[in-house]
C-alpha cells in the first residue's frame, strides 16, 4: 500500500491533492498576522494554489518557463512555488536580501518570465533591475503597502489576481480540468525547482532538481527521524537556501506537518515559543546566540536562583546526553534529573520555545562542543547533518544514539560516500542534482558520469564510520614535513573559546603551523573587569601579558587535543600573536559574511608574519584603517609572538575503519 | 523616494488649516508675530527655522496648547479664537512630541492603544469588568492598533515596554500613538531628532507612507534639511516668530533671506 502510494504521488502538486483529501481539515500552513496566528487547512491550501496557478495561467506562464520568488517566508510565496510546479513551469526562489546587482544576474540568467515577491523593497529592486532583464512579462506582490501610486501595467497585487482566478475557476470548468490535466501528466523525473547557491566562490550557479530529487530525500529524511504530520515547524531561514525548501516545503507534503511562518524575522523567538515546535532547524550561531543569552541573564539573577542553575546544569552535564541517549543511569542521578527538569530544564525549554522539540537539526558550520552538549544535556535531541545544495540536502546525518560533537555523522538513507584519493567527499544519491543551469563546464567539474559529486570539502571517516569535515578541499593545506594542514578546523577549535573572536591560521609549506588571534572584546573585557586589569584601549588589553597567558592556555588545550588525532596532530600551533586591531570587514579583512579572507591579511600583516616564522619575539606593524564614517587613519603597534609547546601526536592509524 | 506616478501639488486641494496673522508673547517676550500660513488637505507641510524661532510655539498654538493674543485659526472651516487640546484632539489633530512623551513603564500595544481613548465610548460600568459591549469594542479597537503595529513593523516590540527601548523605537511608537487617533491633521515636531541615518530613512518612509496611504495631513518641524526638501510639499521658514519665506522646497532654498537666516550675513 505505502509503495504504491509513493510510486502514485511522485510530483509536489500530486501530493499536495492527496493531502487535501487524506487531512483535509488538518492545518497545512500558519502565519501570525496583525498579532493573530491565521491558519490554513490543507484543503483550503489546494484551493489557493489552484487560483494562483490560474492566474499564473492566464498571465502566460508555460511549461518549463521560470519563475522567481523573491521574500521572506510569507504562506503565499510557498503557495506560488507550488502554483508553478502545478503548470509545470519552475520556480527559482533567490536570496531576499542580496542587493539589485547580485538579484540581476540570476533573475538573467534564469531567464525568469514572472517574479513574485513580497513587497515594496522587492518591487523596487526588480524595478531597477528591469531593463536588464528582456524576458521577465509580470511581477506580482503580496504586501500592498506604498504600492498605489506604482504603474500597474505589469504589476499586479497577488490578492487581486486569486480572487478573479477563482471567479474563473467557478464560471468555467474548463479551466479547472486543464489545471488537473497538467497535475496529472506531471513526472517524478520534470525539473522542479532551480535553487542558486550563494556564490562564495564565482558567480552564484543555479541547481536543477527534479521532483524526483527533492522528494525522494525529504521521504527519506522524514522516516529516519519517523516525522509525521502531529509535527510542527517555524520557517524563517531564506526560501532561495535548499535547507528551507526540504524541511519548510517538500517534507511538510510528504509528511503532512503543518508550517509556521512568523509574523516578522525579529518575532521569530517569540513566535517559536507559541507554537512550540517540534522540528527544528538553524545554523550554529542560533544555538551560540540562546546559550550567550541565558548565561548573561543568569549572571544578573538572584543568588539562589543562580546556584540552582548551575547545581542542576552540572546535573545535566554528568547524565542528561546519557539519559537522551538512553543509556544506564545510577536512579539517584534519575531523580536529580526529574528534579531539575521540573526546576530549570523545563522553564529554560520553554523560553527557548523548545519544549516539545522531537529532534532539532544544525548544519552548514562547526558547532561549538560546549554549545552543542548544553542543548543535549537539557533533553533538546539536538543532531548535526552535512548537506548541500547539489544533494537535496542530505549527505550525512546522525542517527538517534550515535551522537557526537565533531562528526556530522554516518552516510543518510540511500547516499553513498566515500573519500577521494585527495581527500575530497564525494557522494552519489537519488538526491543528486541534474546539473547547473546552462553551465555544462561547471557541471562536469563538479558532477562524474556515474553519478558522483565533488563536494569541494575534505574530510575522513573516524573509527566508528562517522564522517568528518575538516575543511574545504582547496583550503587544505600541507607543511613542509608532508603532515596535513587545515587551516580552518584549527581555527575553530580556538574559536570555540569565548575569549577568542578571530582566528587566522598560516602553516601551507611551512615548518610550524602559526596563528594570529583576535580576542573577543566583550569577554575579555568582561574577564578584565573581575580580575581588576586595566587598560585603556583595545590595543592595550590585546597587548596586556595575562591577555597573553589566557590564550597561551587556550592554544595548549587545543595542542592537547590536536595531538590526540592521528590525522591533525601535525597542525598543533607552535607560535601564535595577538592582533592590536579587530579584523574588519571595511577594511577587507572579512567578507560580509564575517569569513577571513587569509591571503589579504597575509599580506597586509606581512611583517607580522614573517615574525611568526623568524622566531623574533615581537614586531611592529603600521596599518590603514577604514573608521565607520569613512575616513582613512593609520594604526601602528608592536605586537609580541608567544612560543607554544606542542605535544607527540597519538600514532594508531584509523582509516581502515572507513574504508 | 516618492513613488512614480504621484503628482502631489495637483492632490492636495483644499485649505486643511489657516493661520491668519497670529501673535503670541509671553510676558514681554514675543514668541510668534504676524504670522500666517496655510495647510492643504493631504500635503507635507514643513515649518523650518533656526533655533528659538517660534516653531514649537507654532504647533502648539495649532492644537490649542497655547492661546494667541491675536489672530485667528481656522480648521476645516471652523475659525476660533480658543480651543483647548483635548478639543483640538477630538477634531482630528494629533501630534508627537520633541522630547518623547510616552508611558514608560507600559507596552507598546497599551501605548498605543492609549491613543485610542477618544474613540472609546462603551461606559464605564461595562469597562470595568472588560465584558460586553466594552470587550467588542476593545477588540475593534485592537484590531485598529495591530494594523498601526505591522504598518510601523514594531511586531518584535508588542510588549516591551518602551521605556526599555532605543530612542528611535520610542519615537516610533510615538508616531503610532498619534496614527491610532486616526487624524486628519499630523503634527510631529522633529521625528528625526537624534536619529541615525538608517532611521532617519525608516522614519521618512513611514511618514510619506502615512500620507500617501491614509491621506493623512502632516505638517512637520525638522532641522535635518535633506530630509524636509525630499519630503514635504511647501515649507515655511520662520526667524524671531515672523515668517520670512513660504512655497515649495526649490523656492525655499533659493530664497536669500532664508539663506541669510541659516548661514547668517557679513556685517
Request: charged share 25%; aromatic share 8%; glycine share 8%.
Amino acid at each position: 500500500m505505502v509503495a504504491t502510494q509513493a510510486s502514485r504521488e511522485d510530483t509536489f502538486p500530486k501530493l499536495l491533492d492527496r493531502n487535501a483529501t487524506v487531512r483535509g481539515g488538518r492545518t497545512a500552513m500558519r502565519h501570525k498576522d496583525l498579532g493573530i496566528w491565521q491558519s490554513w487547512t490543507w484543503s483550503e491550501v489546494r484551493e489557493i494554489c489552484r487560483a494562483f496557478a490560474e492566474g499564473l495561467r492566464t498571465l502566460g506562464v508555460t511549461p518549463g518557463e521560470t519563475v522567481a520568488v523573491i521574500g521572506s517566508n510569507r504562506p503565499r510565496l510557498y503557495w506560488s512555488m507550488m502554483a508553478a510546479q502545478m503548470l509545470g513551469a519552475v520556480p527559482v526562489p533567490v536570496y531576499s536580501d542580496s542587493v539589485a546587482e547580485e538579484m540581476a544576474y540570476v533573475l538573467a540568467h534564469a531567464e525568469v518570465k514572472v517574479a513574485i515577491v513580497e513587497d515594496q523593497e522587492q518591487v523596487d529592486k526588480v524595478l531597477s533591475i528591469a531593463d536588464r532583464l528582456p524576458t521577465l512579462r509580470h511581477v506580482l506582490y503580496d504586501e500592498e503597502r506604498g504600492l498605489r501610486d506604482y504603474d500597474h501595467g505589469r504589476l499586479h497585487p497577488i490578492g487581486q489576481m486569486l480572487a478573479e482566478s477563482r471567479k474563473r475557476l467557478a464560471s468555467d470548468p474548463s479551466a479547472g480540468q486543464a489545471l488537473d490535466a497538467s497535475v496529472a501528466g506531471s513526472k517524478g523525473s520534470d525539473l522542479a525547482i532551480i535553487l542558486y547557491t550563494s556564490g562564495t566562490t564565482g558567480r552564484p550557479k543555479g541547481v536543477m532538481l527534479t521532483h524526483d530529487n527533492v522528494l525522494i530525500s525529504a521521504r527519506n529524511g522524514c522516516d529516519f527521524d519517523r516525522l509525521d504530520e502531529t509535527d510542527e515547524v517555524i520557517a524563517y531561514l531564506p526560501l532561495a537556501w535548499v535547507g528551507d525548501h526540504i524541511f519548510s516545503y517538500a517534507q511538510s507534503l510528504v509528511a503532512g506537518f503543518c508550517v509556521n511562518c512568523p509574523e516578522s524575522p525579529d518575532t521569530v523567538v517569540e513566535d517559536r515559543r507559541e507554537i512550540g515546535t517540534t522540528y527544528a532547524f538553524a545554523p550554529p550561531r542560533v544555538y551560540e546566540n540562546l546559550l550567550t543569552l541565558t548565561m548573561v541573564r543568569m549572571e544578573d539573577a538572584g543568588a539562589l536562583k543562580r546556584r540552582m542553575f548551575h547545581y542542576f546544569l552540572g546535573v545535566a552535564r554528568r547524565c542528561g546526553e546519557r539519559i537522551l541517549d538512553g543509556e544506564s543511569v545510577s536512579l539517584g542521578d534519575r531523580l536529580l534529573y526529574r528534579l531539575g527538569e521540573f526546576l530549570v530544564y523545563g522553564p529554560l525549554k520553554n523560553r527557548f520555545g523548545l519544549t516539545r522539540i522531537k529532534v532539532a537539526y544544525t548544519a552548514g558550520e562547526a558547532i561549538g562542543p560546549e554549545i552543542f552538549r548544553f542543548f543535549r544535556a537539557l533533553g533538546v535531541n539536538l543532531k548535526q547533518l552535512y548537506g548541500q545544495t547539489e544533494a537535496s540536502v542530505y549527505v550525512t546525518m546522525q542517527p538517534n544514539g550515535e551522537i557526537k560533537a565533531d562528526t556530522v555523522g554516518r552516510p543518510a538513507p540511500d547516499v553513498e560516500v566515500r573519500i577521494a584519493d585527495d581527500g575530497e567527499v564525494m557522494f552519489r544519491s537519488p538526491g543528486v542534482f541534474q546539473a547547473y543551469f546552462k553551465d555544462p563546464e561547471a557541471t562536469q567539474r563538479t558532477k562524474t558520469a556515474d553519478g558522483w559529486v565533488h563536494s569541494g570539502d575534505a574530510g575522513f571517516f573516524d573509527k566508528s564510520g562517522h564522517l568528518k569535515i575538516i575543511d574545504r578541499a582547496k583550503d587544505v593545506g600541507r607543511m613542509r614535513d608532508g603532515s596535513l594542514f587545515p587551516p580552518k578546523y584549527v581555527e575553530n577549535k580556538l574559536k570555540f573559546y569565548p575569549n577568542i573572536k578571530e582566528v587566522v591560521a598560516f602553516g601551507n609549506a611551512r615548518d610550524h603551523v602559526a596563528c594570529f588571534v583576535n580576542i573577543d572584546l566583550v569577554a575579555v573585557g568582561n574577564w578584565a573587569e573581575r580580575n581588576n586589569v586595566v587598560y585603556a584601549s583595545y590595543q592595550e588589553l590585546a597587548g596586556h601579558p595575562l591577555v597573553y597567558d589566557m590564550i597561551a592556555a587556550h592554544v595548549d588545550e587545543v595542542n592537547r587535543s590536536l595531538a590526540a588525532e592521528p590525522m591533525m596532530g601535525g597542525a598543533q600551533v607552535a607560535r601564535f600573536l595577538i592582533l592590536h586591531k579587530e579584523l574588519d570587514a571595511d577594511d577587507g579583512e572579512l567578507t560580509r559574511t564575517q569569513k577571513v579572507r587569509r591571503g589579504f591579511i597575509a599580506d597586509r600583516y606581512g611583517p607580522l608574519v614573517d615574525a611568526l616564522y623568524d622566531g623574533s619575539s615581537e614586531a611592529d606593524i603600521r596599518t590603514e584603517v577604514t573608521f565607520e564614517d569613512g575616513r582613512k587613519g593609520v594604526i601602528a603597534a608592536r605586537v609580541k609572538v608567544r612560543d607554544c609547546k606542542t605535544y607527540p601526536v597519538t600514532q594508531q592509524q584509523t582509516l581502515e575503519a572507513a574504508e | 523616494m516618492r513613488a512614480p506616478g504621484s503628482d502631489k501639488g495637483q492632490m492636495a486641494g483644499d485649505v486643511l488649516l489657516a493661520v491668519d496673522d497670529v501673535s503670541l508673547s509671553f510676558g514681554g517676550v514675543k514668541a510668534i508675530t504676524d504670522v500666517s500660513f496655510d495647510i492643504r488637505k493631504g500635503e507635507i507641510r514643513a515649518i523650518i527655522g533656526p533655533n528659538g524661532a517660534g516653531k514649537t510655539s507654532m504647533l502648539n498654538v495649532i492644537n490649542g496648547f497655547y492661546h494667541p493674543q491675536h489672530g485667528r485659526i481656522t480648521f476645516k472651516g471652523e475659525t476660533r479664537q480658543r480651543m483647548r487640546p483635548h478639543v483640538a484632539a477630538s477634531q482630528g489633530i494629533a501630534r508627537t512630541f520633541q522630547n518623547v512623551a510616552l508611558f514608560k513603564g507600559m507596552s507598546t500595544l497599551d501605548n498605543i492603544m492609549a491613543g485610542r481613548t477618544l474613540k472609546m465610548d462603551g461606559s464605564f460600568f461595562w469597562q470595568l469588568f472588560r465584558h460586553g459591549p466594552a470587550m467588542r469594542e476593545e477588540i475593534e479597537h485592537r484590531k485598529v492598533v495591530e494594523e498601526i503595529i505591522d504598518f510601523l513593523e514594531i511586531q518584535a516590540i508588542r510588549k516591551t515596554p518602551v521605556g526599555k527601548l532605543p530612542y528611535g523605537l520610542q519615537k516610533r511608537v510615538e508616531l503610532g500613538r498619534a496614527l491610532a487617533m486616526e487624524p486628519d491633521l499630523l503634527l510631529l515636531d522633529e521625528p528625526m531628532a537624534g536619529m541615525n541615518l538608517e532611521e532617519k530613512e525608516d522614519m521618512s518612509r513611514f511618514i510619506l507612507d502615512v500620507n500617501n496611504q491614509f491621506g493623512t495631513t502632516v505638517a512637520l518641524i525638522e532641522h535635518d534639511m535633506g530630509v524636509v526638501m525630499d519630503l514635504s510639499d511647501r515649507v515655511v521658514v520662520l526667524e524671531y516668530g515672523r515668517k520670512i519665506a513660504d512655497g515649495t522646497p526649490d523656492e525655499v532654498k533659493r530664497n536669500q533671506a532664508v539663506i541669510d537666516a541659516y548661514l547668517g550675513v557679513p556685517h
